[in-house]
């Protein structure tokens, strides 16, 4: 059976993202010609290395702060050391920590939305199966169902937050 063209679209874009997906635990080379001194050597006179480290902690993680130029390695020792092939110093780390904690959001916002929605949807059934004879529980019953649908309805939205590129291509 033919697929429709959007269809193949659909199919090119989740392949397309898988690629990035897959060139970001690959990372890129990151001995850049244009860079002569090491990113722990980065002086940050504005304290964004300070707020980066701060939100982590406030997450309960923590941050590498690019202090030295050590090769990336697994946190807990499980990730394969190719992994980090043409990973570099402090900046390699920094890109790669970039690359993955944007996936992490990713996962973990959609693990969220799921969890959000399923719960959405049994209170709704709840509700719609609940003894609905007194007037005053009624209305309270639809009232309820009408602000669990538009909170379901607001979880079906896609967000976007703006980032700095920190990666140039062709490098």
């Known amino acids: 059976?033919?697929?429709?063209?959007?269809?193949?679209?659909?199919?090119?874009?989740?392949?397309?993202?898988?690629?990035?997906?897959?060139?970001?635990?690959?990372?890129?080379r990151t001995g850049y010609p244009y860079i002569r001194r090491g990113f722990s050597e980065y002086e940050d006179v504005h304290g964004e290395r300070i707020d980066y480290e701060m939100a982590l902690d406030v997450a309960g993680l923590d941050g590498d702060g690019f202090y030295d130029e050590a090769e990336?390695?697994?946190?807990?020792?499980?990730?394969?050391?190719?992994?980090?092939?043409?990973?570099?110093?402090?900046?390699?780390?920094?890109?790669?920590?970039?690359?993955?904690?944007l996936e992490a959001a990713t996962v973990l916002a959609g693990m969220i939305n799921d969890f959000k929605q399923q719960e959405i949807s049994t209170r709704i059934t709840e509700l719609e199966a609940a003894d609905l004879t007194d007037p005053?529980?009624?209305?309270?019953?639809?009232?309820?169902?009408?602000?669990?649908?538009?909170?379901?309805?607001?979880?079906?939205?896609?967000?976007?937050?703006?980032l700095p590129q920190w990666k140039v291509k062709g490098e």
């Open 136 to 162: 005053a529980a009624k209305k309270q019953a639809l009232a309820d169902i009408v602000r669990l649908t538009k909170y379901r309805d607001q979880l079906e939205k896609q967000v976007r937050w703006s």
């Open 1 to 28: 059976m033919a697929i429709s063209n959007a269809e193949a679209q659909r199919r090119f874009r989740e392949r397309q993202k898988q690629e990035e997906k897959q060139e970001r635990r690959r990372g890129e």
């Open 72 to 101: 990336p390695k697994s946190s807990t020792g499980q990730i394969e050391p190719e992994t980090y092939e043409g990973i570099h110093g402090a900046i390699g780390r920094a890109e790669l920590t970039v690359g993955m904690l």
